[in-house]
Nanobody, 118 residues
Framework: QVQLVESGGRLVQAGESLRLSCVAS????????MAWYRQALGQQRELVAA???????KYSDSVKGRFTISRDNAKSTVYLQMNNLKPDDTAVYYC????????????WGQGTQVTVSS
C-alpha cells in the first residue's frame, strides 16, 4: 500500500526559505520519478518540480531558480528546498510519483500547507 507523508510547511514571510520533506513507502522509490505538486485554494493541482531516479530535474517556470528538488533513495525521501518564497507560492504541497494523469483511486498524502505572507 502506497503511503506518502509530507512535512515541513508553515507560515513564513515573503523572501524566506522552507524545506519540505516527503517519505514514501509501498513504492519502488529508487526507480520512480518523483515530483512535488501544489494546489492553491480554488485552483487545480499543478506540477512544481520532478526528479528522475538518476537525478535529472525539471521545474515549472514559476519556481525555476528558486526551488530545488532532491532525493535520498536510501531513506525513500524526496525534498523540496524553497528559497525566496512569494505569496503566490501559498498552497498545499504534495509529493507523488510523476504521472501524466492521476486516477481518482491513486493515493495521495495529506499534503503540507505553505503560507507566504507579504
Amino acid at each position: 500500500q502506497v503511503q506518502l507523508v509530507e512535512s515541513g510547511g508553515r507560515l513564513v514571510q515573503a523572501g524566506e526559505s522552507l524545506r519540505l520533506s516527503c517519505v514514501a513507502s509501498g513504492t519502488s522509490f529508487s526507480t520512480d520519478e518523483m515530483a512535488w505538486y501544489r494546489q492553491a485554494l480554488g485552483q487545480q493541482r499543478e506540477l512544481v518540480a520532478a526528479i528522475d531516479s538518476g537525478g535529472p530535474t525539471k521545474y515549472s517556470d514559476s519556481v525555476k531558480g528558486r526551488f530545488t528538488i532532491s532525493r535520498d533513495n536510501a531513506k525513500s525521501t524526496v525534498y523540496l528546498q524553497m528559497n525566496n518564497l512569494k505569496p503566490d507560492d501559498t498552497a498545499v504541497y504534495y509529493c507523488n510519483i510523476r504521472k501524466p494523469i492521476f486516477l481518482p483511486s491513486d493515493p495521495w498524502g495529506q499534503g503540507t500547507q505553505v503560507t507566504v505572507s507579504s
